[in-house]
């Protein structure tokens, strides 16, 4: 079994800065894809950013330039860099985990991020 721990989420202004951590645990934990996701309230959970094949990233439209995905494998910690954090932005965040990029087989419980105007 893999276990996924989000941390570092909070209330932040618009402008501001988070970086969210996800620590990875568990068998073979170290060989997974990794993945953020979000929800905002009321609407259906969306893909945020991701590794693929040879550490390729993937980002949300709305996000690129903005946040970073990166990986400390020595660590087994992912981390979401979110710079000009948005209120659009407000969501619980998600990491996630896979076999197969695009393919997710284990969640964290998420954290929440505020971003007030």
């Known amino acids: 079994q893999v276990q996924l721990v989000e941390s570092g989420g909070g209330l932040v202004q618009a402008g501001g800065s988070l970086r969210l951590s996800c620590a990875t645990s568990?068998?073979?934990?170290?060989?997974?894809?990794l993945g953020w996701f979000r929800q905002a309230p009321g609407k259906e959970r969306e893909f945020v950013a991701r590794?693929?094949?040879?550490?390729?990233?993937y980002y949300l439209a709305a996000v690129k330039g903005r946040f970073t995905i990166s990986r400390d494998s020595a660590r087994d910690v992912v981390y979401l860099q979110m710079n000009t954090l948005k209120p659009e932005d407000t969501a619980v965040y998600y990491c996630?985990?896979?076999?197969?990029?695009?393919?997710?087989?284990?969640w964290g419980q998420g954290t929440q991020v505020t971003v007030s105007s």
């Open positions: 996630a985990a896979g076999h197969t990029p695009g393919f997710w087989d284990y």
């Open positions: 568990g068998r073979a934990s170290s060989s997974l894809f």
């Open positions: 590794f693929s094949w040879a550490n390729s990233t």
